[in-house]
């Protein structure tokens, strides 16, 4: 079985400022990671998400995760954020041999300020 | 239009009643799942759908039955249900090896 930790539950920034939001998994066989953005009184809607390839993975919105096998990490981060980007976000995995078991983390809620 | 529909939206009853949530979706996708948000927890999986067949219940109290009549459509029918049960009920939908597609959920409060 495999696990997410999403080691800050509130990240406050400044408009224009950079953020970065750190996701940790554990899980003994090979895994797929996501990141979810979900809006006030929304669903949860995919930004990005690393299957295999390049480690560096591109989203929308302007943001980017980087997968990192040996620290089994996969943090999110945006150069530059604005108020819209005020949101909660989610880290999932799933495992590659037993699609449709995502696991989720419990959030990071992020704060932009003016 | 997100491509998977919930109703309803906001949801009140006590915990005599019945109730049912709908979801639907449009992207021709063979998975369906539900949720429970509540807050400060990880999102937990209650019911996975897979071609219409339920391939997942994770110990999930009798109180909640899903219903996949077919594989745009699936109910989670509500009875008898606790105060500690109101949370935000997510559907989500997928297709082989793609990502959760979620609707934007209904908020049920058990009172």
Redesign the interface.
């Known amino acids: 079985a495999q696990s997410?930790t999403q080691l800050d539950?509130q990240v406050p920034v400044f408009e224009e400022a950079p953020v970065e939001l750190r996701c940790n998994y554990s899980s003994s066989v090979s895994v797929?990671l996501?990141w979810?953005v979900q809006y006030p009184?929304?669903?949860?809607?995919?930004l990005l998400?690393y299957?295999s390839g390049s480690t560096l993975v591109k989203g929308i919105n302007g943001f980017e995760a980087e997968f990192n096998k040996s620290q089994t990490s996969f943090h999110l981060r945006k150069p530059s954020v604005h108020i819209s980007d005020t949101a909660e976000y989610?880290c999932a995995v799933s495992d590659t041999d037993s699609?449709?078991?995502?696991?989720?983390?419990?959030?990071t809620q992020v704060v932009v300020t003016p | 239009e997100t491509g998977v529909t919930q109703t309803p939206r906001h949801l009140v009853m006590g915990m005599t009643n019945k109730k049912s949530l709908k979801c639907e979706q449009h992207l021709g996708h063979n998975a369906m799942y539900w949720y429970k948000q509540s807050a400060k927890k990880p999102l937990e999986l209650m019911f996975v759908y897979s071609l219409e067949e339920r391939v997942e219940n994770n110990s999930v109290p009798s109180r909640f039955s899903p219903e996949c009549p077919n594989s745009s459509h699936l109910f989670l029918h509500l009875h008898t249900l606790q105060p500690e049960d109101s949370a935000l009920y997510l559907c989500a939908s997928s297709q082989d090896h793609s990502p959760l597609h979620f609707g934007n959920g209904t908020r049920l409060t058990v009172t």
């Open positions: 997410v539950s797929y996501f979810y009184n929304q669903g949860l809607q995919l998400k299957l989610f699609w449709g078991k995502f696991q989720f983390g419990a959030g």
